[in-house]
């Protein structure tokens, strides 16, 4: 049971920039899609961002390329979501969440992934 757990989250001024962390409790295989997805209260579980890990491609919401970067470090188990020019739209909940199984048709789809994080509060003022 792989455990993820969020960090980093914080009030911000719009303009400004905030960088999340996700730390797995276990390796993370080679098969994995790791993402970041955000949540408002009353809306559904919105994709932010994913990285296949076996070759660390990236792939991002519209509303967020060009802002936001995902990176990693392999030997720490870490995920890193970069944001940078936040926006009051970014406010959210966000979640880190792992699939055992890359799929290319399904990666931004929330309900195919298997473990998630407890979530970190993210909040841009205008």
């Known amino acids: 049971q792989v455990q993820l757990v969020e960090s980093g989250g914080g009030l911000v001024q719009a303009g400004g920039s905030l960088r999340l962390s996700c730390a797995a409790s276990?390796?993370?295989?080679?098969?994995?899609?790791v993402a970041w997805f955000r949540q408002v209260p009353g809306k559904e579980r919105e994709f932010v961002a994913a990285?296949?890990?076996?070759?660390?491609?990236?792939y991002y919401a519209d509303s967020v390329k060009d802002r936001f970067t995902l990176s990693r470090d392999n030997a720490k188990n870490t995920m890193y979501l970069q944001m940078n020019s936040l926006k009051p739209e970014d406010t959210a909940v966000y979640f880190c969440?792992?699939?055992?199984?890359?799929?290319?048709?399904?990666?931004?789809?929330?309900?195919?992934?298997?473990?998630w994080g407890q979530g970190t509060q993210v909040t841009v003022s205008s």
């Open positions: 990285i296949r890990w076996n070759d660390g491609h990236t």
């Open positions: 276990e390796g993370i295989y080679t098969k994995y899609a």
């Open positions: 969440a792992a699939d055992r199984l890359y799929n290319s048709a399904t990666y931004r789809n929330p309900n195919v992934y298997d473990y």
